[in-house]
């Protein structure tokens, strides 16, 4: 009964913080696919401000940036994370 009781605790908690997780704004800028920019889409990123720059794989300091303007905190959603094609987990 205990072991029941705690596995419909985590499954509740779990589907609670994914259904709960806040919801982009549509402010925010989309996913670039592009890991290193070339030509006209180098200079058009390096003129915008990296606010409003769009989000790009690998790019740590600019996401994190993005991420604590539109939303308060460097770190992706349960939801955003799950979406990922590929995972990061951080070691604590």
Not at 20 to 49: F, L, V
Not at 56 to 75: D, I, K, S
């Amino acid at each position: 009964m205990n072991r029941f009781a705690v596995s419909l605790a985590i499954a509740v908690f779990g589907l609670a913080t994914l259904f709960c997780a806040e919801e982009s704004t549509g402010q925010q800028p989309g996913w670039s696919p592009n890991i290193i920019a070339t030509g006209q889409e180098r200079d058009r990123i390096r003129a915008t401000p990296i606010e409003q720059r769009p989000y790009r794989p690998m790019h740590l300091y600019g996401n994190t940036v993005r991420r604590l303007h539109y939303r308060g905190t460097p770190l992706p959603t349960i939801a955003e994370t799950v979406a990922l094609p590929a995972r990061v987990v951080i070691r604590r």
